[in-house]
């Protein structure tokens, strides 16, 4: 059993709240005809200009722990200040994942981006999204239109504000398409950068990104002095958004994934019998995909689920889709692009040490990619003045 209510299993909400439908209230706030659902709650009616920042790893079950770092993260939990909305992260719960549903308004099995690290069907490359290494050109990896290409036809200035070396990657090319970029790395710096684009235009629309609170968690573990002190940084830039945001704007603050901090993993790289049959493993430490040898599933599955002894499930990948893990429509694209068996660490259990990955991500406290609580819900905090 779960040693903690928020380390069981949760479906992703698509049905009722996603990351996928954060940026389609933003352009339905705005005016502009979106494909996706306009969450309730959000408050948006009559806004001109919208700024959405995400802090990365900043989960819906860390706000208690946060709130000791920062009067307004406190608030915001507690309801006294703007409106506070539990919603979840697409699956896999890892940052390009997270970021693609956000910026393209899509569930990951449209938009395709669908695992951290992912092969490639036509040549057997591996690309790591964040790093884009191996991959297609990316307009073609990702071909739907982003909800930035959206509202620029509509007329809408579209920002990015974030690192200036993320600027021209090949995730960027896939999901940022119809923004500007505005670079921008402190908290402080982030806050000003967002203050002027929202300034941009008649009507805007501001995407900004935080990595601190993520950092820290993967380094120092959720809780850490360091994570505490990435919490403020990442506070006072919300205040700082706040004191400056204009009479016809609105802010709203999310999270790509939550986190956990890991107990217990499984090195493969001491495990050389778990490589039999499988051509390539990829995903992250918290959901594993295994691509396998023609005709070796059901012997890689009984492998690896005697390997896990009941801290993940195995699963073929239909019965992944089936569940619904990657939203209620999957192209056949992107089902090809998912491992033959999808490998769902529970509890605070993480799968290491695969070849081709840095050596430090063995070491990390703090992981998520997983379906816990923890690291599927994610707060939609939003703020409109009058």
């Not at 009722?16 to 659902?37: E, H, K, Q």
């Not at 991959?135 to 990896?141: G, I, Q, R, V």
């Not at 896990?308 to 889709?321: H, L, P, S, T, Y």
Request: proline letters at 7%; one cysteine or more; aromatic letters at 6%.
């Amino acid at each position: 059993m779960p040693s903690s209510p928020h380390l069981t299993a949760t479906r992703p909400a698509y049905d009722t709240g996603t990351l996928a439908d954060v940026m389609p209230t933003a352009l339905a706030a705005l005016g502009i005809p979106t494909r996706g659902r306009n969450l309730r709650g959000a408050e948006l009616d009559g806004v001109r200009r919208i700024a959405v920042l995400l802090l990365d790893g900043f989960g819906y079950h860390l706000l208690g722990q946060a709130a000791q770092a920062s009067a307004t993260i406190g608030a915001m939990r507690h309801g006294e200040l703007g409106t506070l909305t539990p919603i979840t992260a697409t699956v896999p719960s890892s940052t390009p994942i997270s970021l693609a549903s956000l910026a393209c308004g899509l569930p990951p099995g449209e938009h395709g981006i669908i695992g951290f690290t992912v092969r490639v069907p036509d040549t057997g490359d591996l690309v790591t999204h964040i790093r884009w290494d191996g991959a297609p050109d990316p307009e073609t990896w990702q071909p739907e239109p982003t909800c930035f290409e959206q509202a620029d036809a509509d007329g809408v200035v579209c920002t990015v504000v974030s690192n200036g070396t993320f600027r021209d990657t090949g995730l960027t090319r896939a999901i940022y398409r119809g923004a500007d970029w505005l670079p921008a790395i402190a908290p402080h710096e982030v806050a000003e950068g967002t203050l002027a684009a929202l300034a941009r235009g008649d009507r805007s629309l501001v995407y900004a990104y935080l990595p601190d609170v993520d950092t820290a968690g993967h380094f120092h573990g959720i809780g850490s002095p360091q994570w505490l002190e990435a919490v403020a940084k990442v506070a006072e830039a919300i205040d700082g958004m706040l004191t400056g945001l204009p009479r016809d704007a609105a802010l709203m603050v999310t999270a790509d994934h939550g986190m956990v901090n890991i107990t217990d993993r499984l090195h493969l790289d001491r495990r050389p019998d778990l490589g039999y049959g499988v051509e390539a493993v990829a995903g992250d430490g918290r959901m594993r995909y295994l691509y396998t040898a023609p005709g070796a599933v059901e012997d890689v599955r009984q492998a690896w689920t005697d390997a896990v002894a009941g801290r993940a499930e195995v699963i073929g990948r239909d019965e992944a889709v089936d569940r619904g893990w990657f939203g209620p429509k999957v192209t056949e694209t992107s089902r090809e692009r998912i491992g033959d068996l999808v490998v769902a660490c529970r509890d605070t259990f993480a799968i290491v040490g695969v070849e081709g990955e840095p050596p430090h991500v063995a070491r990390l406290i703090g992981h998520h990619g997983g379906l816990t609580a923890a690291e599927m819900a994610v707060p939609l905090w939003s703020y409109r003045t009058g």
